[in-house]
């Protein structure tokens, strides 16, 4: 019995665990590419006669923004400069992803006549976007300080001059609702600081640059959905939607980077 009590003293400490920083890296990348908060359609109506055939070109118009539609930490000069800069970007950022996936896209310049032929028209307004507090997102999360963006948005054929719209389409959508900092030091975190820093990490990457690029995604999609749907193009190239309250359809993952702005 002795020599038993003895072999359970003599019990060896479990060895330390390292991390290496690359681990943390990845864990910060994971967390942002499955924890963050999503962009989906809602809405989505088809109008008339579908067009006959993709376009030559497809035109983008930046979309209108509505002063009263944006709740962010900016006033007077501040704020015109702000949501120049936001319509101009979403604008980029459609042209780059229907140029990928359907047809050369351009942003058709504020007051250009539009063009008359084969061609489409890409045009919307924003109807809300809340800046929302990266502060917050990255201490607490869980949707604390979250950002949100809605657009409206409308497609239009050229093929008669006059903008016949035949797709319309509502977005909504946000981030945020990775976990904070603290939730590292919870029983369901990972108890670490390394755990904290990862996951503040990926309320910090967060934000509206990344709303505007999965708002473009999601246009971009839904369009491709109505184009395999009429027979514009092959079931292969087509890209599918997030529908609002339906599980997002199984499809090549279109990943997005960051920018440092809000």
């Not at 008339?48 to 030559?56: D, M, N, S, V």
């Not at 702000?82 to 042209?95: N, P, W």
């Not at 976990?179 to 670490?192: D, E, I, L, N």
């Amino acid at each position: 019995m002795g020599e038993q009590i003895q072999q359970a003293l003599n019990v060896k400490p479990l060895p330390m665990i390292s991390l290496h920083p690359c681990s943390v890296v990845f864990s910060t990348l994971i967390l942002f590419l499955t924890g963050c908060a999503s962009v989906s359609v809602s809405n989505i109506n088809s109008k008339g006669t579908p067009p006959g055939q993709l376009p030559a070109k497809i035109f983008v118009q930046e979309f209108t923004a509505p002063t009263k539609s944006f709740r962010v930490d900016r006033s007077n000069r501040e704020l015109d400069s702000f949501i120049k800069d936001q319509r101009r970007e979403l604008a980029g950022e459609l042209v780059r992803q229907l140029s990928k996936y359907l047809a050369p896209a351009k942003i058709l310049p504020e007051g250009s006549q539009v063009p008359r032929g084969n061609f489409w028209l890409v045009s919307g307004t924003y109807a809300r976007v809340n800046q929302g507090s990266r502060l917050l997102r990255a201490g607490i999360g869980f949707g604390a300080g979250g950002t949100k963006m809605e657009t409206r948005t409308q497609i239009a054929d050229l093929e008669k001059g006059k903008p016949r719209v035949f797709l319309s389409l509502l977005t909504t959508g946000g981030s945020g609702l990775t976990p904070g900092a603290w939730a590292a030091f919870t029983p369901a975190g990972a108890f670490s600081w390394p755990g904290a820093i990862a996951n503040a990490g990926g309320g910090v990457l967060g934000g509206l640059s990344i709303d505007r690029k999965r708002t473009a995604r999601e246009i971009t999609a839904t369009l491709s959905e109505y184009c395999f749907q009429h027979r514009l193009i092959p079931e292969r190239l087509a890209r599918h939607p997030k529908k609002l309250g339906q599980l997002p359809s199984l499809q090549r993952p279109d990943f997005i980077i960051p920018n440092n702005s809000h």
